[in-house]
């Protein structure tokens, strides 16, 4: 599944501090992996697929690599620069499938929780294309294992039924994000790991962080409302903290030679 929606892809910029404020990092351990599977030497040159506000960009600059961060949004970007040492990270505002890209081949090429914006025929080809031989793509997601009360999924089933808070936790889209890279030309049989963590929201981070994903940013304003609404009582009932149980899911592709 692919969300190619240009007004979702781009929606992010407008609440890019709240976005930088309340979004997740991703695990230590993860950044490891990618590194080793990627075989990566200090002051390599790697490429960052929808760079955002530098989540995942500060992980790896602080291993000592050279990136090329190309984000879509100078909102994003601009945040990402604040959280970096001056020189540290080359920007390029710039969609991945329209960018120029490298000089010479790289051993990486990641997104973390970017890559179902960017075409997926085009994104693949152009990766590989960028990639020295048995170097590696690395597709990286946040996730929550499901929605955190009942009475939280009863607020969605009356006011955005075609919603969820889960984040790209479909089994199906797992599924068809495993079949699309296995069928792609060029790359090895992909590998995925999963990392479990969790965090504790009040109740106002918890309104904040769904209010950050694009689908929900799209509703009705109403309707976005309503729900939010519904939501805040029932977090507040129940203590006004949350346990959200989650996950990142790491996937591996080695450029054949």
Do not use: C
């Not at 060029?186 to 950050?212: F, K, M, N, Q």
């Amino acid at each position: 599944m692919v969300d190619d929606d240009p007004k979702r892809a781009l929606s992010f910029g407008e609440i890019a501090e709240r976005y930088d404020r309340i979004r997740p990092s991703y695990p230590r351990a993860l950044v490891d992996d990618v590194v080793a599977a990627a075989d990566l030497d200090s002051g390599d040159r790697i490429i960052e697929v929808g760079a955002g506000t530098g989540k995942a960009t500060v992980l790896f600059a602080a291993r000592g690599y050279s990136i090329t961060a190309v984000e879509p949004d100078p909102d994003m970007a601009a945040i990402a620069q604040r959280h970096l040492d001056a020189g540290a990270v080359e920007f390029v505002i710039d969609r991945f499938e329209t960018w120029n890209g490298p000089p010479r081949p790289v051993p990486l090429v990641y997104a973390a929780q970017a890559w179902h914006w960017v075409d997926q025929d085009v994104g693949l080809r152009r990766a590989a294309a960028m990639l020295r031989p048995n170097g590696v793509l690395a597709l990286f997601w946040n996730s929550t294992k499901h929605s955190v009360l009942a009475a939280v999924a009863d607020a969605y089933r009356r006011h955005a039924p075609d919603l969820d808070m889960r984040r790209i936790a479909d089994p199906q889209r797992h599924q068809e994000r495993l079949a699309r890279l296995a069928g792609a030309n060029g790359y090895s049989h992909p590998a995925d790991r999963v990392y479990e963590w969790s965090r504790t929201l009040t109740t106002d981070e918890l309104i904040d962080l769904i209010g950050t994903y694009s689908d929900h940013r799209l509703l009705a304003e109403e309707r976005r409302n309503a729900l939010f609404a519904e939501i805040r009582t029932a977090i507040e009932a129940d203590g006004g903290r949350v346990v959200l149980p989650s996950f990142t899911r790491l996937y591996l592709v080695h450029r054949t030679p």
